[in-house]
């Protein structure tokens, strides 16, 4: 494969925010067409609900999870229209895998939209809520934080054998996030959890600590397993259908973080995510040293903040990743790739 020069970030949730895409919305019709065509694939006004809300609707995840997809969608439309833009490769963080893989000409944007409505359904439902959390560990080495899981799933597994409790899914703490360098975010039951953060308080490591999230689920562990099947089935449909196309542009999987052209491993590989680590750091850490700019598609600047993060660790990695979500940054991004 020739080197890699440019990259495309798609965002996943927890960056949706009533009001998004607006601008867009207003100033190109592609941007237009392409939240309309998501309401005709979802069956109701997603234009109503990103512009008008309520949050509370927009922050469930069976809306936040198309919401984000169209609206960076649509800004990757935008770019490619106003100065044709071609990237070398493309990767998203979690739920950003899809809009990746659109972007990409492998999975249809119409049946990617429904896809992920389902995923999240399926990720909801997976865990009865007020029984799964996730927690953003910040500071500490990668290993440590995966021994300090295992630690904790143990302690808290006894804990449950000794006492009562009133939980219905299994006693586990594990990493789901590997986002940059000193941030890794966990995820598992309530009470595993709670163990894991008492661990690391007790351990009183300077500059380590651990930060409650607030989440709907327990997103990317082996709790998830029952959203995983419920995708499995999915792409088993949609492989019937030939609802796959040959990559236009590689991508960087979140379970593999390596470059592939290969569109076969698609649909393992995304149902496989639902209830595996997110392996962000290490996807962008593969573009480094030759890839030296992104550009960011939907709301925030998130990956942003973690490119910035993971480039300061690797030696000769200069990476500028520009967010393309309004007309100023469009026309900063414009002028970035000449």
């Not at 040293?289 to 993060?309: D, I, M, N, S, Y």
Request: charged fraction near 20%; glycine fraction near 6%.
């Amino acid at each position: 494969m020739s080197t890699l020069h440019t990259a495309g970030f798609f965002p996943g949730q927890g960056s949706q925010q009533v009001g998004m895409g607006k601008i867009f919305y207003d100033e190109f019709t592609v941007f237009r067409q392409t939240i309309e065509e998501a309401s005709d694939s979802l069956g109701f006004n997603l234009k109503k609900l990103l512009f008008d809300g309520p949050e509370s609707e927009l922050l469930l995840t069976e809306n936040a999870q198309p919401a984000i997809l169209a609206v960076s969608t649509g800004c990757y439309r935008v770019a490619e229209s106003e100065f044709s833009l071609k990237l070398d490769v493309h990767l998203g963080h979690s739920l950003g895998e899809y809009s990746a893989l659109v972007a990409s000409e492998a999975i249809p944007y119409a049946k990617a939209i429904m896809w992920v409505r389902e995923r999240g359904l399926a990720m909801q439902k997976a865990v009865p809520v007020g029984e799964g959390t996730m927690s953003a560990i910040i500071g500490a080495e990668d290993a440590q934080v995966i021994e300090w899981c295992k630690e904790a799933s143990q302690v808290a597994a006894s804990a449950r054998k000794n006492g009562d409790h009133s939980f219905t899914v299994d006693c586990v703490v594990e990493p789901a996030n590997f986002n940059a360098p000193g941030q890794v975010v966990v995820s598992g039951s309530v009470d595993a959890v709670d163990v894991l953060e008492k661990l690391i308080k007790d351990k009183a490591i300077r500059g380590v600590m651990a930060k409650r999230l607030q989440v709907s689920a327990p997103f990317h562990c082996s709790l998830m397993k029952p959203a995983r099947s419920k995708m499995e089935s999915i792409f088993a449909t949609a492989v019937k259908e030939s609802q796959l196309s040959p990559l236009q542009t590689p991508y960087i999987p979140n379970r593999t973080a390596r470059i592939t052209q290969e569109s076969g491993v698609v649909f393992p590989l995304l149902a496989e995510q639902v209830d595996h680590s997110v392996m962000w750091n290490q996807s962008v850490a593969a573009l480094l040293p030759t890839c030296k700019k992104a550009f960011e598609f939907g709301p925030g600047k998130v990956l942003q903040g973690l490119a910035k993060r993971i480039a300061k660790n690797i030696p000769d990695a200069s990476l500028e990743v520009y967010p393309i979500y309004d007309l100023e940054s469009l026309k900063v991004a414009e002028g970035a790739l000449k």
